[in-house]
Antibody, heavy 118, light 107 residues
Framework: QVQLMQSGAEVKPPGSSVRVSCEAS????????FTWVRQAPGHGLEWMGR????????TYSQKFRGRVTVTADQSTRTAYMELRRLKSEDSAFYYC???????????WGQGTLVTVSS | SYELTQPPSVSVSPGQTASITCSGD??????ICWYQQKPGQSPLLVIY???KRPSGIPDRFSGSTSGDTATLTISGTQAMDEADYYC??????????FGGGARLTVL
């Protein structure tokens, strides 16, 4: 059974950066992509970007391009999402998930709450 | 950018059939997924490739697409089905696109 375990909640000041990790256990790691989705409290799901670890290819939402970087470490089966130049509007739950591109997103992490506040 | 449109809310009586729609340009040519999200939980895949159910999803959940509208149907709706439902697809550049979500209320 695939499990995705994310890092804990973060409180960050405006203008700083946050890095969220996502460790995969069970199943294969490299053959899938790892996608990042955020959800502000009371709002819908918003896709940020993905990485395909075995070819190190990334794709980003136009909204976040230039401000987000997604990476993966195959040796530790961990994906990372870094968001820079944080604003209060970036306060949200951030989810990593396993994606088979153009087919489904089948496993989700538990979410990491990022609060941007001075 | 590609957009998916869902009604913000849908209501259904227990035991009845709930239908949640999702519309988008040329949606019939795209793979559609549906996710259920209950308060405080991560999304759960309930339908993929328009009408397939992952293992463990009850057969009262089904999906269909006609023209530019996809529909998630929940037959014999139960109180436990009360949740937010999101449709999702991929645009021409393989970016993930979500609908705005529909809150299903079981009255």
């Amino acid at each position: 059974q695939v499990q995705l375990m994310q890092s804990g909640a973060e409180v960050k000041p405006p203008g700083s950066s946050v890095r969220v990790s996502c460790e995969a256990s069970g199943g294969t790691f490299s053959n899938f992509s790892f996608t990042w989705v955020r959800q502000a409290p009371g709002h819908g799901l918003e896709w940020m970007g993905r990485i395909i670890p075995n070819v190190d290819i990334t794709t980003y939402s136009q909204k976040f391009r230039g401000r987000v970087t997604v990476t993966a470490d195959q040796s530790t089966r961990t994906a990372y999402m870094e968001l820079r130049r944080l604003k209060s509007e970036d306060s949200a739950f951030y989810y990593c998930a396993r994606e088979t591109v153009a087919t489904f997103i089948d496993y989700w992490g538990q979410g990491t709450l990022v609060t941007v506040s001075s | 950018s590609y957009e998916l449109t869902q009604p913000p809310s849908v209501s259904v009586s227990p035991g009845q059939t709930a239908s949640i729609t999702c519309s988008g340009d040329k949606l019939r040519n795209k793979n559609i997924c549906w996710y259920q999200q209950k308060p405080g939980q991560s999304p759960l895949l309930v339908i993929y490739e328009d009408n397939k159910r992952p293992s463990g999803i009850p057969d009262r959940f089904s999906g269909s697409t006609s023209g530019d509208t996809a529909t998630l149907t929940i037959s014999g709706t139960q109180a436990m089905d009360e949740a937010d439902y999101y449709c999702q697809t991929w645009d021409s550049s393989t970016s993930v696109v979500f609908g705005g979500g529909a809150r299903l209320t079981v009255l």
